[in-house]
T-cell receptor, first 113, second 113 residues
Framework: DAGVTQSPTHLIKTRGQQVTLRCSPK?????VSWYQQALGQGPQFIFQ???????QRGNFPDRFSGHQFPNYSSELNVNALLLGDSALYLC???FGQGLVGYTFGSGTRLTVV | QKEVEQDPGPLSVPEGAIVSLNCTYS??????FMWYRQYSRKGPELLMY????GNKEDGRFTAQVDKSSKYISLFIRDSQPSDSATYLC?????????????FGPGTRLSVLP
């Protein structure tokens, strides 16, 4: 049983560019959340998607946007990239708001140069 | 003052040692407390989950919560080299993940053979 899969694993972008990260949730999960983890820091909540709608949002600017598809997969888009956007971007899936079944992917390492 | 604080380490111990990892927090409303383990280049995985105060044991791992002191701990007995990872505490005032769920910055642990 595949867990949460994220793509790509790594990528390098230039300041000002746009990037799209992808996430496929664990089988049976319907809720997807995105986190940003800077080096040496804990994950910071970006937003959560359920039934193709953004249900919650953390303290991130509008440059960060997302989408959830009917098959529950999700995308994170970041526009006008800044050097400070360099981080590990984690996707986590769950069935509803269940705490114990919350599963993280291995993340996408984004480097902005 | 940050909402959740952890000693970043790195903490190095010999194989077989008892490890104590700690977090302090400032929000007295937190009731749900979790410990995650994160291996290099991987996403966090849930180790222990505790509601309110008290102790919880699972194999070599023991989680303690002292709400009066706003202090939580994770003890690892008979530590193994495979325990080498970053340990993140996380907490929430209400059940469920999302914007109300706060991670600490993590403590990096190395268990030396």
């Amino acid at each position: 049983d595949a867990g949460v899969t994220q793509s790509p694993t790594h990528l390098i972008k230039t300041r000002g560019q746009q990037v799209t990260l992808r996430c496929s949730p664990k089988s049976g999960h319907d809720t997807v959340s995105w986190y940003q983890q800077a080096l040496g820091q804990g994950p910071q909540f970006i937003f959560q998607y359920y039934e193709e709608e953004e249900r919650q949002r953390g303290n991130f600017p509008d440059r960060f946007s997302g989408h959830q598809f009917p098959n529950y997969s999700s995308e994170l888009n970041v526009n006008a990239l800044l050097l400070g956007d360099s981080a590990l971007y984690l996707c986590a899936s769950s069935f509803g708001q269940g705490l114990v079944g919350y599963t993280f992917g291995s993340g996408t390492r984004l480097t902005v140069v | 003052q940050k909402e959740v604080e952890q000693d970043p380490g790195p903490l190095s111990v010999p194989e077989g040692a008892i490890v104590s990892l700690n977090c302090t927090y400032s929000n007295s409303a937190f009731q749900y407390f979790m410990w995650y383990r994160q291996y290099s280049r991987k996403g966090p995985e849930l180790l222990m989950y505790t509601y309110s105060s008290g102790n919880k044991e699972d194999g070599r791992f023991t989680a303690q919560v002292d709400k009066s002191s706003k202090y939580i701990s994770l003890f690892i007995r008979d530590s193994q080299p495979s325990d080498s990872a970053t340990y993140l505490c996380a907490m929430s005032a209400i059940g469920g993940y999302g914007q109300n769920f706060v991670f600490g910055p993590g403590t990096r642990l190395s268990v030396l053979p």
